[in-house]
């Protein structure tokens, strides 16, 4: 339509500006959204930008990440650069596992959930001693490489069992395999082959307490 009521190769040219005009106005609605927060209760509620002091116990910030602004002279960043802390059986539990790289100290450390207070010998309630937990980032970590078989022996944690949590096949030693059948173990014992029992989870009972879930 342009074309046919335009001087030749001016429609080209009205449909391109029609199309930067478009962009700009994109890129206005877009900084007008993100536009930065004047008060700290403001930037709490703004989903593009943080404070330190606004982050979560499991949170940090990405190394070098820029500062974009200042509200009352605490620096301003973008929510994009924050990061989650987990702990090394945290990162363990990922879909694509990982482990603490040998080394490296912890990013920061928080308080345990605590178990219910115990009974003392003369009955009262005994508050539980307080624990902390080490807490690292993503780049103090590296991909998981689980370990393997040596001389016939399965690598097993302390209980004698195989830590395959969520069922997460990239947790199996190497040089095992996985094998979910009636009367497995049975199997296993009368023909003499070398197994362990794959932990996968724990179940929390009611009133407090676990017991693992085996698979």
Not at 25 to 51: D, G
Not at 164 to 178: D, I, K, T, Y
């Amino acid at each position: 339509y342009l074309q046919s009521v335009s001087a030749p190769g001016q429609g080209a040219v009205v449909e391109m500006e029609t199309a930067d005009d478009a962009e700009i106005q994109a890129k206005v609605r877009s900084n007008a959204r993100e536009r930065l927060p004047e008060t700290k209760a403001a930037c709490k509620r703004n989903s593009h930008f943080t404070m330190k002091s606004l982050l979560k116990k499991d949170e940090c910030l990405k190394p070098q990440a820029p500062r974009v602004g200042l509200i009352d002279g605490e620096a301003v960043y973008n929510a994009s650069d924050v990061c989650q802390l987990r702990t090394v059986l945290g990162w363990k539990k990922e879909k694509q596992p990982r482990s603490v790289k040998p080394g490296e100290g912890a990013f920061s450390k928080r308080k345990k959930r605590q178990p219910k207070a115990s009974l003392g010998a003369a009955g009262a309630q005994e508050p539980p001693p307080k624990q902390e937990e080490e807490l690292f980032a993503e780049w103090q970590t590296e991909p998981y490489v689980p370990p393997a078989v040596v001389d016939g022996k399965i690598p097993v944690n302390e209980y004698g069992n195989v830590e395959l949590w969520g069922n997460n096949a990239a947790l199996l030693p190497r040089g095992c395999r996985q094998i979910d059948q009636p009367y497995i173990q049975r199997t296993c014992r009368r023909l003499d082959i070398k197994y362990a029992e794959a932990m996968i989870n724990f179940s929390h009972k009611r009133g407090g307490g676990s017991e693992p879930v085996f698979k």
